[in-house]
């Protein structure tokens, strides 16, 4: 049984529009300048980060992603095509998100060795890389021996907001008023799509997971996030919800609390992969979910969850966005 909702509009208006933004700030052609914070004359500069000091290239040639996340996405928003990059399939099922694949196609996938998090360090050092960016958490073990190969810099990945990792690496690769372009532009564009779809009422986020329900609180995501600072509320209160909390960004139910899910609009967020469809149709046929106010009234939006987290970046951020608006138009009968 397939859930009940609007497809995903195909129109990918807002994609374009920023696209426009980033064409604008000079951030597609893979050589826009930028702040290098490197004293005049300087070959390199040095950065603090989670793992260490690291003294890096002005103007790094050679980028190496080593990171499942936002890693990729960001450097590409920010005018840098990587020689290489950790592959994401173990995640979404395909090398590279879909949001950002015809702009990597030239990017070298690196093999894994022994979890999706550790590379190859042959594959890393044949590519001659200049500078190494990756996940905190998934370098760390790998920080020295990746260290010997090319300076290295560790970056936090935010889940939830993809607006600290984009500031982090553009940091590293001296573009930070590239960042602050990519960021304000978008605010202002994400602002206004907001605004356009009225008034907000209550809404409810989840996300299936296997035969448990994932409801979240307003900081989950960036959806739930834009709507609620547009006078949005964010229901159930999960504070006194039977469940496992995790962090304030959701708390992980049973399939028999689905009908405390009670928003006038209900946001489904979906994996890729064959799980997240799994998780989908086991989420519709729960005897609850005919019953839920946002399914009687054909309220029920279904959103990419890897987008709406940050994973893809603000490219993610722009095609959420955009089936957002477009479902909230017209939603499902």
């Given at each position: 049984?397939m859930?009940?909702?609007a497809?995903p509009v195909?129109?990918?208006a807002t994609?374009?529009?920023?696209l426009v933004?980033?064409?604008?700030a000079?951030l597609l052609s893979?050589?826009?300048?930028?702040?290098t914070g490197?004293?005049g004359?300087?070959?390199?500069r040095?950065?603090?980060?989670?793992l260490g000091v690291?003294d890096?290239?002005?103007?790094?040639?050679r980028v190496?992603?080593?990171?499942?996340?936002?890693t990729l996405?960001h450097?590409?928003?920010?005018?840098i095509e990587p020689?290489g990059?950790?592959?994401?399939?173990?995640i979404?099922?395909s090398?590279?998100?879909?949001?950002?694949?015809?702009?990597a196609?030239?990017v070298?996938?690196?093999?894994t060795?022994?979890?999706?998090?550790?590379?190859r360090?042959?594959?890393v050092?044949a590519?001659?890389?200049?500078?190494?960016l990756?996940?905190?958490?998934?370098i760390?073990?790998?920080y020295?021996?990746?260290?010997r190969?090319a300076?290295?810099v560790?970056v936090d990945i935010?889940v939830?907001?993809?607006?600290?990792s984009?500031?982090?690496?553009?940091?590293?690769?001296g573009r930070d008023e590239q960042a602050d372009t990519?960021i304000?532009?978008?605010?202002?564009?994400?602002?206004q799509?907001?605004a356009?779809?009225?008034?907000?009422?209550?809404v409810?986020?989840?996300?299936g997971?296997g035969?448990?329900i994932r409801?979240?609180?307003p900081?989950a995501?960036?959806?739930?996030r834009?709507?609620q600072?547009a006078?949005?509320?964010?229901v159930p209160d999960t504070t006194?919800?039977a469940?496992e909390p995790?962090?304030d960004?959701f708390?992980?139910v049973?399939?028999?609390?689905?009908?405390?899910?009670n928003?006038?609009t209900?946001?489904v967020?979906?994996?890729?992969?064959a799980?997240g469809?799994a998780?989908?149709?086991a989420?519709?046929g729960?005897?609850l979910?005919?019953?839920?106010p946002?399914?009687?009234?054909?309220?029920?939006?279904?959103?990419n969850?890897?987008?709406?987290?940050?994973?893809?970046?603000?490219?993610?951020?722009a095609?959420v966005?955009?089936?957002l608006?477009?479902?909230w138009?017209a939603p499902?009968p």
């Amino acid at each position: 049984m397939m859930i009940e909702c609007a497809p995903p509009v195909c129109t990918a208006a807002t994609r374009r529009e920023f696209l426009v933004i980033l064409a604008a700030a000079g951030l597609l052609s893979g050589c826009a300048g930028g702040t290098t914070g490197a004293p005049g004359g300087a070959t390199s500069r040095r950065i603090e980060h989670p793992l260490g000091v690291t003294d890096v290239p002005v103007a790094p040639a050679r980028v190496v992603a080593i990171d499942r996340r936002g890693t990729l996405p960001h450097l590409l928003a920010l005018g840098i095509e990587p020689v290489g990059a950790l592959t994401h399939e173990s995640i979404i099922g395909s090398q590279f998100p879909g949001v950002v694949a015809d702009l990597a196609r030239d990017v070298t996938v690196l093999p894994t060795a022994g979890s999706s998090d550790e590379v190859r360090l042959e594959a890393v050092a044949a590519l001659q890389p200049d500078l190494l960016l990756g996940w905190t958490d998934g370098i760390a073990d790998q920080y020295d021996a990746l260290s010997r190969i090319a300076p290295t810099v560790a970056v936090d990945i935010d889940v939830h907001d993809a607006e600290p990792s984009l500031r982090a690496i553009a940091a590293a690769v001296g573009r930070d008023e590239q960042a602050d372009t990519i960021i304000g532009e978008f605010d202002a564009l994400r602002a206004q799509r907001i605004a356009a779809l009225g008034e907000i009422g209550t809404v409810s986020a989840v996300l299936g997971v296997g035969d448990q329900i994932r409801v979240y609180r307003p900081q989950a995501s960036s959806v739930t996030r834009w709507l609620q600072d547009a006078g949005g509320r964010i229901v159930p209160d999960t504070t006194g919800l039977a469940g496992e909390p995790y962090r304030d960004l959701f708390v992980t139910v049973g399939p028999e609390l689905l009908g405390e899910v009670n928003g006038d609009t209900l946001i489904v967020m979906a994996n890729s992969g064959a799980d997240g469809e799994a998780a989908l149709s086991a989420l519709s046929g729960n005897p609850l979910w005919s019953g839920l106010p946002a399914v009687r009234a054909g309220r029920v939006i279904r959103l990419n969850s890897q987008e709406s987290v940050g994973y893809f970046g603000y490219q993610g951020y722009a095609a959420v966005l955009d089936s957002l608006a477009g479902q909230w138009a017209a939603p499902a009968p």
